[in-house]
Nanobody, 126 residues
Protein backbone atom coordinates (compact mmCIF):
# COMPACT_ATOMS: atom_id res chain seq x y z
CA UNK A 1 0.00 0.00 0.00
CA UNK A 2 1.21 3.47 -0.91
CA UNK A 3 -0.22 6.77 0.27
CA UNK A 4 0.42 9.87 -1.80
CA UNK A 5 0.19 13.53 -0.84
CA UNK A 6 0.59 16.28 -3.43
CA UNK A 7 1.62 19.85 -2.73
CA UNK A 8 2.82 22.94 -4.55
CA UNK A 9 -0.24 23.99 -6.49
CA UNK A 10 -1.48 27.54 -6.61
CA UNK A 11 -2.57 30.54 -8.65
CA UNK A 12 -0.01 31.89 -11.10
CA UNK A 13 0.09 34.01 -14.22
CA UNK A 14 0.76 32.76 -17.73
CA UNK A 15 4.47 32.26 -18.26
CA UNK A 16 5.20 31.55 -14.60
CA UNK A 17 6.58 28.34 -13.14
CA UNK A 18 5.47 25.96 -10.40
CA UNK A 19 6.94 22.81 -8.92
CA UNK A 20 4.57 20.16 -7.67
CA UNK A 21 5.70 17.57 -5.16
CA UNK A 22 4.23 14.20 -4.32
CA UNK A 23 5.34 12.58 -1.09
CA UNK A 24 4.83 8.84 -0.84
CA UNK A 25 4.66 6.61 2.20
CA UNK A 26 6.01 3.09 2.30
CA UNK A 27 9.41 1.45 2.22
CA UNK A 28 9.31 0.28 -1.39
CA UNK A 29 8.83 3.60 -3.13
CA UNK A 30 11.77 2.89 -5.39
CA UNK A 31 9.93 -0.05 -6.96
CA UNK A 32 6.95 2.05 -8.03
CA UNK A 33 6.53 3.77 -11.35
CA UNK A 34 5.01 7.20 -10.82
CA UNK A 35 2.79 9.41 -12.88
CA UNK A 36 1.21 12.83 -12.95
CA UNK A 37 -2.26 13.33 -14.38
CA UNK A 38 -4.54 16.35 -14.54
CA UNK A 39 -8.24 16.97 -14.73
CA UNK A 40 -9.85 20.21 -15.83
CA UNK A 41 -13.50 20.94 -14.96
CA UNK A 42 -15.84 18.87 -17.09
CA UNK A 43 -13.02 16.95 -18.75
CA UNK A 44 -11.41 13.54 -18.45
CA UNK A 45 -8.35 12.95 -16.32
CA UNK A 46 -5.42 13.13 -18.72
CA UNK A 47 -1.87 11.86 -18.64
CA UNK A 48 0.82 14.49 -18.08
CA UNK A 49 4.08 12.73 -17.30
CA UNK A 50 5.45 9.46 -15.95
CA UNK A 51 8.73 8.18 -14.59
CA UNK A 52 10.17 4.72 -14.03
CA UNK A 53 11.84 3.84 -10.79
CA UNK A 54 15.21 4.04 -12.51
CA UNK A 55 14.49 7.59 -13.72
CA UNK A 56 13.43 7.11 -17.31
CA UNK A 57 10.59 9.47 -18.11
CA UNK A 58 8.00 10.45 -20.67
CA UNK A 59 5.78 13.51 -21.07
CA UNK A 60 2.59 14.17 -22.98
CA UNK A 61 3.04 16.15 -26.17
CA UNK A 62 1.01 19.02 -24.72
CA UNK A 63 3.62 19.65 -22.03
CA UNK A 64 6.80 18.39 -23.65
CA UNK A 65 9.55 20.97 -23.42
CA UNK A 66 7.76 22.83 -20.61
CA UNK A 67 7.22 20.21 -17.88
CA UNK A 68 9.80 17.89 -16.34
CA UNK A 69 9.13 14.93 -14.07
CA UNK A 70 11.79 13.73 -11.65
CA UNK A 71 12.04 11.66 -8.49
CA UNK A 72 14.18 11.37 -5.41
CA UNK A 73 13.92 7.80 -4.14
CA UNK A 74 15.80 8.67 -0.96
CA UNK A 75 13.07 11.21 -0.10
CA UNK A 76 10.16 9.11 -1.42
CA UNK A 77 9.14 12.08 -3.54
CA UNK A 78 8.30 12.71 -7.16
CA UNK A 79 8.27 16.19 -8.66
CA UNK A 80 6.69 17.94 -11.59
CA UNK A 81 8.50 21.09 -12.66
CA UNK A 82 6.14 23.20 -14.75
CA UNK A 83 7.55 26.10 -16.74
CA UNK A 84 5.98 28.51 -19.20
CA UNK A 85 2.54 27.80 -17.80
CA UNK A 86 -0.50 28.49 -19.94
CA UNK A 87 -4.17 29.02 -19.01
CA UNK A 88 -4.87 25.62 -20.64
CA UNK A 89 -2.72 24.01 -17.92
CA UNK A 90 -5.35 24.93 -15.34
CA UNK A 91 -6.52 21.72 -13.67
CA UNK A 92 -6.35 19.59 -10.57
CA UNK A 93 -3.08 17.69 -10.73
CA UNK A 94 -2.91 14.16 -9.36
CA UNK A 95 0.03 12.00 -8.49
CA UNK A 96 -0.29 8.24 -8.99
CA UNK A 97 1.78 5.15 -8.24
CA UNK A 98 1.94 1.58 -9.52
CA UNK A 99 4.21 -1.28 -8.51
CA UNK A 100 6.33 -2.50 -11.43
CA UNK A 101 8.72 -5.41 -11.74
CA UNK A 102 11.26 -3.81 -14.03
CA UNK A 103 13.24 -0.64 -13.49
CA UNK A 104 12.52 0.76 -16.95
CA UNK A 105 8.74 0.41 -16.90
CA UNK A 106 6.73 3.56 -17.47
CA UNK A 107 2.94 3.66 -17.30
CA UNK A 108 0.91 6.27 -19.15
CA UNK A 109 -2.58 4.74 -18.83
CA UNK A 110 -4.45 6.00 -15.78
CA UNK A 111 -6.31 2.69 -15.48
CA UNK A 112 -3.04 0.96 -14.60
CA UNK A 113 -2.49 3.09 -11.49
CA UNK A 114 -4.11 1.77 -8.29
CA UNK A 115 -2.81 4.46 -5.95
CA UNK A 116 -3.74 8.14 -6.19
CA UNK A 117 -3.22 11.30 -4.22
CA UNK A 118 -5.98 13.76 -3.38
CA UNK A 119 -4.87 16.28 -6.01
CA UNK A 120 -3.59 19.84 -5.97
CA UNK A 121 -5.16 22.75 -7.84
CA UNK A 122 -3.15 24.66 -10.41
CA UNK A 123 -4.74 27.79 -11.83
CA UNK A 124 -3.04 29.82 -14.54
CA UNK A 125 -4.46 33.25 -15.29
CA UNK A 126 -3.99 35.00 -18.62
Amino acid sequence: QVQLVESGGGLVQAGDSLRLSCAASGRTFSTYAMGWFRQAPGKERDFVAAISWSGGNYCADSVKGRFTISRDNAKNTVYLQMNSLKPDDTAVYYCAAVFVRFSSQIKTDKSEYPYWGQGTQVTVSS
